[in-house]
Nanobody, 119 residues
């Protein structure tokens, strides 16, 4: 398995945008997960090999997940960022066709990239 490698994190003000990238390979499912300080890691967005996407209520309408199969890259475009979006963002892959946003079904994880949103 290829371990994902994230990039693109940084510090922005409320309402700003960031684009996260993840160097990975094509799997049944690829996803982005967020871990806020002192909290458990939770799903943000996921995409399967056919391009079907899943979002949480928090990310829907603000974030967009996409993949470039030719470049083996996964992206997360984050717009209208809020302070509660602060934390580490992890890219992960799963070989399970129905993984969706279930973090327990993802087997390969990156080291994460830090996103800080100030008010």
């Amino acid at each position: 398995q290829v371990q994902p490698v994230e990039s693109g994190g940084g510090s922005v003000q409320t309402g700003g945008s960031l684009r996260l990238s993840c160097a990975t390979s094509t799997y049944a499912y690829q996803g982005w997960f967020h871990q806020a300080p002192g909290k458990e890691r939770e799903g943000v967005a996921a995409i399967n090999s056919r391009g079907s996407t899943s979002y949480t209520d928090s990310s829907k309408g603000r974030f967009t997940i996409s993949q470039d199969k030719t470049m083996n890259t996964l992206y997360l475009q984050m717009n209208n960022l809020k302070p509660e979006d602060t934390g580490m963002y992890y890219c992960a892959t799963s070989s399970i066709e129905w993984a969706g946003l279930r973090s327990s079904l993802y087997t390969s994880w990156g080291q994460g990239t830090q996103v800080t949103v100030s008010s």
